[in-house]
């Protein structure tokens, strides 16, 4: 005689539920969903609920302390991507583990071709990074986030900024802190005299 199926952890809800469930954990963080997946001690109707293209429309990332942590998410962006909203965390051990990668953004562009906001909030840019980004995007906030190793007596094309309407041109709005360091006067000009007509507001 074959012994009973052990009885499962979890009610047996409609995967509309479970989805509904999901959504509330993917709204705190969009790690939590990866780490669902990837688990194998995960339910079987957790792990395919969380593959849903619906919870990975807005893409949340809190307190980003290593590299790691973004690589996890990359496999689970797509063309159906809207929003990424990434924040660094203040107790990163070391100053390279704030360092967003040009090989992650790179990896945004190719993979979320209809992308419209991107929240990218108190990490740390090398100067090097050309902010490369899907041509959708409409929305770029920088609030709190850092440019590492830009030259203090700035020319224009060692601006971010530099050629930003030929890299995003349907940029409509950017957020920025008032109080960052890395700013000149070279910056703000080239954002307030792009053809785009930005919106530049400050938090």
Same mark, same amino acid.
């Given at each position: 005689?074959?012994?009973?199926?052990p009885?499962s952890p979890?009610?047996?809800?409609? +995967?509309?539920?479970?989805?509904?469930?999901?959504r509330l954990?993917s709204?705190e963080?969009?790690?939590? &969903?990866? %780490?669902?997946? %990837?688990?194998?001690a $995960?339910?079987?109707? &957790?792990r395919?609920?969380?593959?849903d293209?619906?919870?990975w429309?807005?893409?949340?990332?809190?307190?980003v +302390?290593n590299?790691?942590?973004?690589?996890?998410i990359?496999?689970?962006?797509?063309?159906r991507?809207e929003t990424i909203?990434?924040?660094? $965390?203040k107790?990163r051990k070391?100053?390279? +583990?704030g360092?967003? @990668?040009d090989s992650?953004?790179? $990896?945004?562009? @190719?993979?979320?071709?209809t992308?419209?906001?991107?929240r990218?909030?108190?990490?740390?840019i090398?100067a090097?990074?050309?902010l490369?980004l899907?041509?959708?995007?409409?929305?770029?906030?920088?609030?709190?986030t850092?440019?590492d190793?830009?030259?203090?007596?700035?020319?224009v094309?060692?601006?971010?900024?530099?050629?930003?309407?030929?890299?995003?041109?349907n940029?409509?709005?950017?957020r920025l802190?008032?109080?960052?360091?890395?700013?000149?006067?070279?910056d703000? $000009? @080239?954002?307030?005299?792009s053809?785009?007509?930005l919106?530049?507001?400050? +938090?």
């Open positions: 005689m074959r012994p009973p199926s009885p979890l009610p047996p809800l409609p +995967d509309s539920v479970w989805l509904n469930i999901l954990v709204a963080s969009s790690l939590q &969903l990866s %780490d669902i997946i %990837d688990s194998e $995960s339910p079987a109707v &957790l395919r609920v969380a593959k293209w619906r919870l429309t807005n893409v949340t990332v809190v307190n +302390d590299r790691a942590q973004l690589r996890r990359i496999p689970r962006l797509g063309r991507t909203a990434i924040s660094g $965390s107790r070391r100053k390279s +583990d360092f967003l @990668l992650f953004l790179e $990896s945004v562009r @190719l993979r979320c071709t992308l419209r906001s991107v990218l909030e108190g990490l740390l090398d090097h990074c050309s490369a899907p041509k959708s995007v409409h929305h770029l906030s920088l609030v709190g850092e440019f190793g830009l030259p203090k007596t700035r020319c094309t060692a601006s971010p900024f530099y050629n930003l309407h030929r890299r995003l041109p940029l409509s709005a950017v802190s008032t109080s960052s360091k890395w700013m000149t006067k070279v703000l $000009s @080239l954002l307030n005299k053809p785009l007509r919106r530049v507001t400050f +938090d």
